[in-house]
């Protein structure tokens, strides 16, 4: 079913991440610690807004419940700048975050409807698969071993596996030149699975939360950070002074939006309207906003794949 294309945008106040930061939070805000702040700065690009589309019906369970409720409930992440972030005050900004705001809209859902849950990276599949939400949007790399678990919508865009590094060391270049060294990764992501390769020949570190990895490189207690190279930027933006990112993607990571593997309905509808805003333009102005603030190019969106 083909739902409603959001067209109307607003002027709104732009959600930016601080960019100074001292010490370690394992929750959500910066891998430094310092509280990140609001900024209406004219300079930023605007966020859209997305028209919330009326009457929907699909044949979705899962839907339905949403309708039910009146809430939408959105697994995402709450420590990732630019991507998904949860501020002190509970606001979430991000791309991710646009993203799951505008297929919402298409599905009838204005923000105010929409219950984002924070779930971290190994955890994901079981919050999918027991109903504990509806959708999850996330950094969430689409692969064949994860779709035999949980449906995709996507991918919305691309990123790869890269490593940040202390801004003065020069001895990391690539995955090949972390032989013999530390590197941090989250439990469940595929850049552990990756790095974990005899290829590389590093001893890993395994968190929970891709802050706690960042922590441990400013600590100097390992040598590298290997995460998708979205992600890697706004860590790096924090700390522009302290960290970088090598530059060097070693893999491709195409990230979907996570749902219930049998609910085929809600997965085409999802499908449209990651299409839709596309279209629209809403992609292209949400990035902008968001992911874009932290240096990230924007190399438009991926064609989006019907399963």
Not at 71 to 76: E, R
Not at 79 to 86: A, I, K, N, T, V
Not at 132 to 138: K, P, T
Request: aromatic share 6%; with cysteine.
């Amino acid at each position: 079913m083909k739902l409603s294309k959001s067209a109307a945008f607003a002027t709104i106040t732009v959600l930016s991440v601080a960019l100074t930061a001292t010490a370690c939070s394992g929750e959500s805000g910066n891998a430094s610690g310092d509280e990140p702040t609001s900024s209406s700065n004219g300079n930023h690009p605007r966020l859209p807004t997305y028209a919330v589309a009326k009457n929907v019906k699909i044949e979705s369970a899962t839907l339905k419940k949403a309708q039910k409720t009146g809430k939408l409930v959105i697994g995402a992440h709450s420590d990732q700048p630019f991507l998904g972030f949860e501020e002190k005050d509970g606001r979430r900004s991000g791309f991710d975050i646009e993203i799951a705001k505008m297929v919402a809209a298409d599905l009838g859902f204005s923000p105010d409807k929409i219950e984002f849950k924070t779930v971290d990276t190994k955890n994901r599949e079981a919050a999918i698969s027991s109903g504990q939400v509806d959708l999850y949007v996330g950094t969430y790399t689409i692969n064949d071993e994860r779709k035999k678990k949980v449906g995709f919508a996507g991918p919305y865009y691309r990123a790869g596996a890269d490593l940040l590094v202390r801004k003065n060391d020069s001895t990391i270049g690539g995955p090949y030149s972390l032989e013999g060294k530390k590197v941090c990764s989250v439990k469940g992501s595929t850049t552990l699975r990756e790095i974990k390769k005899p290829d590389y020949n590093t001893t890993t570190v395994e968190t929970t939360k891709d802050t706690e990895c960042v922590q441990l490189l400013l600590d100097k207690r390992i040598d590298a950070v290997t995460t998708d190279d979205a992600i890697l930027m706004g860590y790096a933006a924090q700390r522009p002074d302290k960290l970088k990112v090598v530059g060097n993607p070693f893999t491709e990571e195409p990230y979907g939006i996570g749902m219930n593997k049998d609910d085929k309905a809600l997965r085409e509808a999802v499908t449209d309207a990651l299409e839709a805003h596309d279209e629209n333009g809403d992609h292209k102005r949400a990035y902008a906003a968001t992911l874009g603030l932290s240096g990230s190019k924007y190399n438009g969106a991926p064609v989006v794949e019907h399963y």
